[in-house]
Each structure stands twice: as C-alpha cells, then as structure tokens.
C-alpha cells in the first residue's frame, strides 16, 4: 500500500510544480476520468498533456493539491483509493486564493510492476434544496 500512497501523493507535489507530464506518468495510456470540470467524462489520454497544462495555466502559479483521509484496499494488482482533497489556488486575474475541499476515488492497477492510475473520480457535493448549488463551503470532519 506504500507504493499506491506514494502514487498518490506524488502526483499531487507533482501538480505543485505543474508538471503535467510528470503527473500523466502515473496513469495507464488509457483511463476513464470524471473530473470537476465539464464535460462529464474527461478524454483519458495520458498521451496528451495539453488539457492538463491549459488547466494549470489558468491560475497564477499551479495549484496546490493536499491529499487527506486517504484509504487504500488492494487485492492483487488491483486497488482504489479514496480521499478527501484539497485544491487552494489563485486563478489569473482575481485577487485571492480560493479553497475547495472535494471528494476522490482512484483506481489503480499494477502493470508490468507499477501501480498506475486506471479510473478517477472527482465529486463536490450539492445542495439537495432545489436549489442544486454546489457546497464549495465543506471541510472534512475531524
């Protein structure tokens, strides 16, 4: 389970940095990815850094990403991991940071000896009101 955690946990430093290819070497070629952004399926091709960078460009410098309550279940070379993340950011032109907690699920498998990420999915909760507003304003418990 260390090398999923430190997957994991890589790939966020990783975004730090803003290093889109280095982040994409964590994912098999192919990957199914449900992001927080539209459309509601991402393409998943960690051939083609190019979204990721344009998305990192749109901030002031890249995002900073902490990965928390992180659990991990693994059966042979399969696994998924789930966590409550963090991503705080400045995007171009506003004048401060925001902070958003959301919710992720990876899963992962182990291919020829590395644990590569296969399927991701990234959620905020909403407003079950009628008013369908996202609840950008949770922290995790504890």
Do not use: N
């Amino acid at each position: 389970m260390d090398e999923i955690r430190d997957v994991i946990e890589r790939k966020a430093a990783l975004l730090e940095q803003g290093d889109a290819k280095a982040i994409l070497a964590h994912y098999a070629p192919t990957f199914v990815e449900f992001t927080l952004a539209p459309p509601l399926r991402q393409p998943g091709d960690a051939r083609d850094p190019g979204p990721l960078e344009a998305w990192i460009a749109t901030f002031e410098a890249p995002p900073r990403r902490t990965v928390t309550h992180l659990e991990i279940t693994t059966d042979g070379d399969v696994a998924f991991a789930t966590s409550l993340d963090c991503l705080s950011a400045v995007p171009r032109g506003a004048a401060e940071r925001f902070t958003l907690w959301f919710r992720v699920t990876l899963g992962l498998r182990r291919i020829d000896g590395r644990w590569l990420v296969t399927h991701e999915h990234e959620s905020v909760p909403f407003e079950m009101d009628g008013s369908l507003r996202a609840s950008v304003g949770l922290l995790p418990p504890g």
